[in-house]
């Protein structure tokens, strides 16, 4: 039987886990039965990864003011999906249902959602439904 990773590793914090994705060196194969994720080294060749920018903008909404950006995978840079709201409290309201939505997603996504008010994050979550989760600022 082949070996398909030289290594497997593992981590238990999401914060580490997005790091360790963002560094392209190694593939995410899941949660084990401690909640631990479970990582293949070196990373495969051959993945197919597709990166497709969903752009939302309400009408008399100004680009940079008020943004939900949701990023999936962690090597890119660029956003799956970026909503422009028309003011502080939409995006609120906005960033709440995504976060929410994906905390109780039924796959195990990692997920990481900004809110950005007048180009500075004042709010992210970063998690895996079911599981590790950080918020910024602690307690929003």
Known sequence: ??????????????????????SRQCDWLGID????YRLGYPKRQGGVTESLLIQA?????????????I???????????????L??????????????????SPNHRLSRVQRIEEGVIVQEWLGVAGHHEKLYPEGS
């Open 71 to 85: 990023y999936d995978d962690p090597a890119e840079s660029t956003p799956a999906f970026n909503d422009v709201l």
């Open 87 to 104: 003011d502080e409290e939409s995006a609120k309201a906005e960033f709440d249902r995504i976060v929410q939505e994906r905390r109780t």
């Open 1 to 22: 039987m082949e070996r398909v990773y030289r290594e497997i590793g593992y981590c238990s914090d999401v914060g580490t886990l997005w790091r360790k994705l963002k």
């Open 33 to 36: 039965e401690n909640g631990n």
């Open 57 to 69: 903008s309400r009408e008399g909404a100004v680009v940079g003011a008020h943004t939900v950006r």
